[in-house]
């Protein structure tokens, strides 16, 4: 059983938003995407204590999947959850996909993202992508080890994503896999 509160985090292009959606709808939990939350029109960035204060409010509802990253709120969101999903996928494959995502959807707003955020990409964006293994992967890693409460779901490819659905569509939680890892 995952709980009612529900984390998805890892890198850009990992699919966050699209197990989101897929999970919330397989377990029947209202999806919140931080992305859609964060930006304002124009790709503008809320004032910081805004949108703590935007985190801490939707943390407070009975139950949610949550979806995205944004590591200043990342221990506000863990203290209200039940389960993480960490999409630990390699850096060649989630690079990939933010090119072809940004290829393909070029001028055109995703339905994971705020409404003026037409989906862009950059240099500095595919270093971060390229680099949030060696980045952001052991400060994550750091962080939920300060929460032995959470169950934490560590999901090292696409194969193991796809086990994971099922196991929901068949009403068991099955994580048990060689390269998926319950921590």
Not at 105 to 129: L, N, P, W, Y
Request: proline share 3%; net charge positive; glycine share 4%.
């Amino acid at each position: 059983m995952l709980g009612k509160k529900i984390m998805i985090i890892g890198c850009c292009g990992s699919g966050k938003s699209t197990l989101a959606k897929q999970l919330a709808k397989c377990i029947d939990l209202p999806l919140i995407h931080l992305d859609s939350e964060y930006w304002k029109p124009g790709w503008e960035r809320p004032p910081k204590n805004e949108w703590e204060k935007r985190v801490k409010h939707l943390c407070t509802a009975s139950s949610w999947v949550m979806d995205g990253n944004y590591f200043s709120t990342l221990s506000i969101r863990l203290a209200h959850a039940d389960t993480v999903i960490f999409l630990d996928l390699n850096k060649f494959l989630c690079t990939y996909r933010v090119i072809k995502r940004a290829l393909s959807s070029k001028q055109k707003v995703r339905s994971d993202m705020a409404q003026g955020c037409e989906e862009r990409i950059d240099i500095e964006f595919i270093r971060f992508v390229w680099n949030f293994n060696k980045t952001m992967r052991p400060r994550i890693y750091e962080l939920l080890e300060s929460y032995p409460q959470l169950k934490i779901i560590v999901l090292s490819n696409s194969e193991d994503i796809k086990r994971l659905l099922k196991s929901f569509a068949n009403n068991q939680l099955v994580v048990d896999t060689d390269s998926s890892k319950m921590i």
